[in-house]
């Protein structure tokens, strides 16, 4: 990754999720109790997976937030099988659904109108994904992605692939909860605080 080129993105027109931010930021709770069943999760890439995971971990019913790199799922006339900078997301759906964390990664998380990059990071590993487990969720995107074009609410079309999961594979502690640990950093200051300050 080239952090040197830090520079603050595009702005992009936001639609803030109301009652979303929770303002202690850090490492979340357990995923479930002994006798709780697992959550459920999600696999988003959006770009850096250290601004997507500053935003998710001050989101409300989120549990867990892992940083990795996500491979899509090889399949009839699919994309690319390029791993992409992605989060792993645990929630609680009775606090937060999957709408409402799809609602916050097109709104505040990234800019899912940019090809093959966010801001100043270039490359496929850059690009936007949401990946999908089934029909169900495959039609929740494709819908919310619709009425987004529909609504004209981004300036250019949304080029956000949505795919099956091949794979996922957490980076190692180094790169986990960054943003917070460094907040200071410059590219953290120039291209992730804001998007903080736009979920709040």
């Given amino acids: 990754m080239n952090r040197s080129l830090a520079r603050p993105g595009a702005a992009i027109a936001l639609v803030i999720v109301a009652g979303a931010f929770a303002p202690v930021p850090g490492r979340a709770q357990a995923v479930h109790g002994a006798s709780s069943p697992p959550r459920p999760m999600l696999v988003l890439a959006g770009g850096c997976y250290w601004g997507m995971e500053s935003v998710y971990r001050h989101v409300r019913g989120v549990t867990a937030v892992t940083s ?13 099988a390029a791993p992409a900078e992605a989060v792993r997301i645990v929630y609680d759906p009775a606090v937060i659904s999957y709408r409402r964390i799809l609602d916050l990664f097109f709104s505040v998380a990234h800019d899912p109108t940019e090809v093959d990059r ?4 270039v490359g496929a590993e850059y690009r936007s994904i949401v990946f999908v487990d089934g029909d ?10 619709d009425s987004l074009t529909a609504a004209h609410v981004f300036p250019r079309p949304i080029a956000t692939e949505i795919a099956a999961l091949g794979s996922f594979e957490a980076v190692d502690a180094s790169q986990q909860d960054y943003a917070a640990r460094h907040p200071d950093d410059p590219y953290i200051v120039a291209n992730d605080v804001p998007k903080i300050t736009a979920l709040r």
């Fill in 136 to 145: 169900r969720q495959r039609s929740v995107v494709r819908s919310l992605i």
């Fill in 118 to 121: 966010q801001g100043p990071d």
């Fill in 68 to 80: 990795g790199y996500a491979i899509p799922a090889r399949g009839p006339g699919g994309g690319s």
